[in-house]
């Protein structure tokens, strides 16, 4: 059993789930989306994030508190998809002001290049001792320090690896798949 088949059963009430684990709004990077569906269906129900728990909490739990459960569910993944939706258009809006700066010939242009060398060089440093141990240094310290770079480090990459036009379309197609999640939800809420 895989997740496409708890997808296809529980579209009806949980219509975001579903669509991400039954593969009805298709999108790259669905598989993410898809585990975390998963996850929060998993969670909802009590049970173990597998398809073969889901799908026996589903079919012999109690008809009515399953729905419930479901629904609520789906109200929380669809939050999920929006909050990714927004955090993609904040990266793009971020990546449209660099550009304008650079076609202005703006000296803040460079602002985003110098962030992101510091932020490199202070992730590359604390990696470096966390690896290292010198004398003297508080390890715990240290993997706090890194682990705070580490989250700058991957935002910096998001940043710039991010601008591409292949991540462009995926952008345009999360969008595209939050709005189909919204008109499938509005759909079974109006079947209700």
């Excluded at 975001?16 to 269906?41: D, E, M, N, Y």
């Excluded at 739990?61 to 927004?86: C, I, S």
């Excluded at 990546?95 to 460079?110: F, N």
């Excluded at 240290?142 to 580490?150: E, H, R």
């Amino acid at each position: 059993m895989d997740w496409s088949t708890v997808g296809s059963l529980v579209a009806g009430v949980a219509p975001t789930i579903g669509g991400l684990l039954g593969g009805l709004i298709p999108f790259p990077g669905g598989a993410i989306l898809g585990q975390v569906a998963g996850k929060v269906l998993a969670e909802a129900l009590g049970v173990p994030p597998t398809p073969e728990a889901v799908h026996a909490a589903v079919t012999t739990g109690d008809p009515v508190a399953v729905q419930a459960k479901l629904a609520e569910a789906d109200a929380k993944m669809t939050a999920e998809v929006e909050k990714y939706r927004l955090q993609l258009e904040d990266v793009q809006d971020a990546r449209r002001t660099g550009l304008e700066y650079v076609k202005a010939d703006s000296k803040i242009q460079w602002a985003p290049t110098i962030v992101s060398t510091i932020v490199a060089v202070g992730f590359c440093l604390f990696s470096y001792i966390a690896i290292v141990k010198p004398v003297g240094a508080d390890r715990d310290v240290v993997m706090f320090l890194l682990g705070a770079w580490n989250s700058a480090f991957v935002t910096t990459l998001t940043y710039w690896l991010g601008s591409s036009s292949s991540s462009q379309n995926k952008s345009d197609q999360i969008a595209q798949m939050a709005g189909t999640a919204a008109a499938v939800s509005a759909k079974a809420i109006a079947k209700k």
